[in-house]
């Protein structure tokens, strides 16, 4: 009896540790067969965000780089990389199959996050994380909002009334340059308020501020003064 039961609890510890997914180098991953359904483990360093919204992003190790495309979180199946809290720099493994994407891309589709260990970027402001600040018409830097509030007050029409008074003005820059989001965040008067947005919704595009090589929207505001 005590042969039989040895002989039960082995074969049920064998299919136990048979079902844990298998642990894969990238370069491994990557030479997984498209008609494998197999889910595996992979574990690196995070590249590149390649899209918040889709939850995409470079994992890499030493072996080479892999796309992960679409990264859940078990225990919230609808978070987003950013609520997730994956940055570049990170250190995750992530569990998926191997996808064969459109015959040439190959990728890992609908990955679920393991574990992740934050990385450098976690202890940098949002500036300092970007690979590049907007510019505008070729001033780069501090030095971009400088010229930006300078045209802005250049091109404002000064009311005939002669009222005076000074307006502050949130705005974003969009991922294609356009300044959008234009609202007033400390008012003077129903005239002069109406000006200063008219002016900011007027200007011309800038560059876009860049993180991980693509374009982002970024968040400012300029003072508009009528004296």
């Known amino acids: 009896m005590k042969k039989v039961l040895a002989i039960i609890l082995a074969a049920v510890i064998g299919l136990s540790l048979s079902a844990q997914p298998k642990r894969l180098t990238v370069k491994e991953f990557l030479k997984v067969s498209p008609k494998d359904t197999a889910s595996y483990i992979?574990?690196?360093?995070?590249s590149k965000i390649r899209s918040a919204s889709s939850g995409s992003f470079y994992l890499k190790d030493r072996t080479g780089t892999m796309l992960v495309y679409g990264i859940q979180d078990p225990s919230d199946p609808s978070a987003s990389i950013k609520k997730m809290g994956i940055m570049r720099g990170d250190t995750v493994a992530v569990q998926g199959r191997f996808l064969l994407y459109a015959g040439q891309t190959k990728e890992m589709k609908d990955?679920?996050?393991l574990s992740k260990a934050d990385g450098p970027e976690h202890g940098k402001t949002f500036l300092e994380r970007l690979d590049r600040q907007p510019s505008?018409?070729?001033?780069?830097?501090?030095?971009?909002?400088k010229a930006f509030s300078k045209w802005v007050n250049e091109h404002v029409k000064r009311p005939a009334s002669g009222e005076k008074g000074t307006v502050v003005v949130d705005y974003a820059i969009g991922r294609n340059g356009k300044v959008q989001e234009v609202q007033v965040k400390r008012g003077a008067s129903p005239a002069?308020?109406?000006?200063?947005?008219?002016?900011?919704?007027?200007a011309p595009k800038w560059k876009p501020a860049r993180y991980d090589g693509v374009p982002v929207r970024f968040m400012a505001y300029v003072t508009v003064v009528f004296d």
Do not use: C, M, T, Y
């Not at 992979?42 to 995070?46: E, L, N, Q, Y």
């Not at 505008?136 to 909002?145: I, K, S, V």
């Not at 002069?192 to 007027?202: G, H, I, N, Q």
């Open 136 to 145: 505008f018409q070729g001033h780069e830097g501090n030095d971009a909002p």
């Open 42 to 46: 992979v574990s690196g360093v995070v």
């Open 111 to 113: 990955g679920i996050l």
């Open 192 to 202: 002069l308020d109406a000006e200063a947005v008219r002016v900011v919704k007027s």
